[in-house]
């Protein structure tokens, strides 16, 4: 899968989500803010960590972040694309997107966009 998407998850992604990918995917490359030290860091900081690590992230939070994001994206910022992922959409419908996205993208296809899931 060396070819597949690389994310990073919001903190407050729901976490069945992420399980329901990896139990589809299993060596899908997810790597939680949590993980890296970035719980309580501002939207700008964590769409920063994402871009330096080439990470597409994974978020909730459909209004603030996907700003930061466009704001990052006009000034001229790397960003390796953001999947802002609806509270209400089906949590089945959502895993399907995202596992059949990862292995099938392309490397830097998101690459300055800001996409909602499920598609």
């Known amino acids: 899968m060396s070819g597949a998407l690389r994310f990073l998850i919001d903190e407050d992604f729901d976490n069945d989500i992420v399980r329901g990918m990896l139990r589809r995917l299993p060596t ?55 999947f802002a992922v609806s509270q209400l959409a089906s949590i089945h419908a959502v895993i399907e997107d995202l596992v059949l996205l990862a292995p099938c993208s392309l490397p830097g296809e998101w690459e300055g966009q800001v996409r909602y899931v499920p598609l």
């Open 28 to 82: 899908l490359d997810i790597v939680r803010v949590q993980d890296v030290e970035l719980s309580g860091n501002p939207d700008p900081i964590v769409l920063e960590r994402a871009a330096q690590d080439g990470r597409v992230l994974l978020t909730h939070d459909v209004s603030t972040m996907t700003a930061h994001a466009y704001a990052r994206v006009a000034s001229g910022l790397p960003m390796a694309g953001v």
